[in-house]
């Protein structure tokens, strides 16, 4: 079932986008003409209206959309795009600038799941405040500000099993239960209204992983607590609902996680004996029925775990279509069509015309829930597809117009290129910014790692850690610590020994480097290995 997020969004409600000369292909509506079925161009108008088929779709990493030509179909049709949190924060500043542009330019919504709950805030849990609720929501509020400074609010925020994380936190299940549905649902509703105050116009969106609970009386698909699961969702659900009134907050709707091979039965099950005779499929109707009944839109994520985690990809795109098929010939309806994947494939994002790349599947999707346009099921290429590895890496950079591919994390309130250096204006005490992910550095190859720095802050050392494609742990062991001028002088030029740590071996993957510990402003005018 769907992947973690760690610990936003505005909504905006229905819009009307400006219409496109027909010349603007990126942002054109692409429609199957009546007669050859074949695309015909015409302009943008609304997206994400209620009470039409809505798809969404995610992605992993937002660089994969910022060139709308990679995905012109689905750019002009798609309603929502969704990211994780994670991926996001893993962003860098100039690669969301560009993702916020595109966002804006086309009209496209933007959704960002996160967990509302942040499990490792528990401890701090204090009954009758609102203790875990506000520090969940600070924090992952403040991975959204520099999409915002982009000029980018998020329109739905959506909420991975929150009360789970509160009540077993880091879904461990052999202890006590930290908190009763009530209190973990105070603590979200807590939350909500800290998102309100920074986005007035929010959707929230509660995700539940469906077949990981009982459902009014029945059992889960696994035992987790107990042979129903994480608890029955009917009573989660109205306790939920009912903590988000009191507090003067409301849902806008309810997202299903719920693989096909779960709807279907046939995903291995911990206690298959039990659950023999249960019908996934008409549960999982009935929890439309009853989100439909409260009020809410529902949204059901297509996607099929087995052929997600071993592929081949094109059976992961016959089982999402298929189960789009089954469940709209129970008689169900969702009120979004959400087509994401938390599994190993669909192996790329983009383009739309590699076949059974997501943008490809989102786009056969689009076809058949928005324009009547049935997906071809019969001539599936079922052969096996291999990950592109990145074998390029990068030992120099130099920050000449752009920030190379480097992520500002904690305590940082804003860095980018100046006068070719990156400018960093660090806000607290623990400031550190990211290299680009897959270096695949030889570690044998280079002896020393030159930082060329200008340091404005009270900082007398500066750290730089490293992972390996055998250790990915970010820690003290695999870190240097190299002294540092302090002042509001010119720059100096930083030198530490590789080999002076013994771990500093085999492909290096990643690069961190602490510019000091103290708030200020920091310029570096190069990083290279040598």
Known sequence: ?????????????????????????????????????????????????????????????PADLVDTGKWEYVSANVDTVSLFIDYLNQT???????????????????????????????????????????????LEIDRLKRLKKAGKNVDYVIFDHPLTRAIYPNEDYSLPARMTYAQAAEQLAYAMTYWKKEYPDIRFIYC??????????????????????????????????????????KFYGLLADNPYDYATGKR?????????????????????KEVKSKGLVFALFFNSETPGTKGPEGEYYRQTISYINDYTKNGGKPD?????????????????????????????????IKFGQ????SSIDLSSKHPVVNTAYV????????????????????????????YINCSGNDPYILSPERLNIDAKSYKTLHIRIKNMTRSTSLRVFFITNADSN???????????????????????DLASNSLWKGTITRLRIDPGDQPGEVYIDSISLE
């Open 374 to 377: 049935k997906a071809d099921l």
């Open 474 to 496: 970010m820690d003290e062991r695999k870190s240097y610590v190299a002294p540092l001028t302090s002042g509001a002088g010119g720059y100096t030029d930083v030198y530490i």
């Open 336 to 368: 979004i069509n959400f087509i994401e994947s938390w599994y190993k494939y669909p192996l790329e994002s983009v383009p739309e015309s590699e076949k059974y790349s997501m943008t490809y599947i989102v786009k056969d999707v689009i076809k058949q």
């Open 268 to 288: 291995y099950s911990s206690q298959e004996k039990l659950i023999v005779n249960i019908n996934w499929m008409a549960r999982l109707l009935d929890l439309e």
């Open 208 to 249: 539940v992983n469906f077949p990981n609970h009982g459902w009014k009386g029945s059992l889960a698909y696994y035992k987790l607590v107990d042979k129903y699961g994480r608890g029955d969702f009917y009573e989660e659900f109205q306790v939920v609902l009912s903590a988000a009134e009191k507090a003067g907050v």
């Open 92 to 138: 860098d500043s100039d690669t969301i600038r560009e993702f916020a542009s595109m966002l804006n330019r086309t009209g496209i919504k933007l959704g960002v799941e996160c967990a509302g709950i942040c499990d490792w805030y528990t401890d701090k849990y204090v009954a009758g405040t609102d203790s875990l609720g506000r520090l969940s929501a600070q």
């Open 395 to 422: 030992d120099n950079w130099q920050f000449e117009g752009g920030v190379d591919g480097w992520i500002d994390q904690s305590d940082i309130e804003e860095m980018r290129s100046v006068n070719g250096a990156l």
């Open 1 to 61: 079932l769907s992947v973690a997020c760690s610990c936003s969004s505005q909504s905006v409600d229905d819009i009307t986008v400006q219409q496109l000369s027909p010349q603007s292909s990126a942002e054109k509506s692409i429609l199957p003409s009546q007669g050859s079925m074949e695309p015909t161009m015409q302009p943008v108008r609304q997206r994400d209206l209620e009470g039409t088929p809505r798809v969404w779709m995610n992605v992993y990493h």
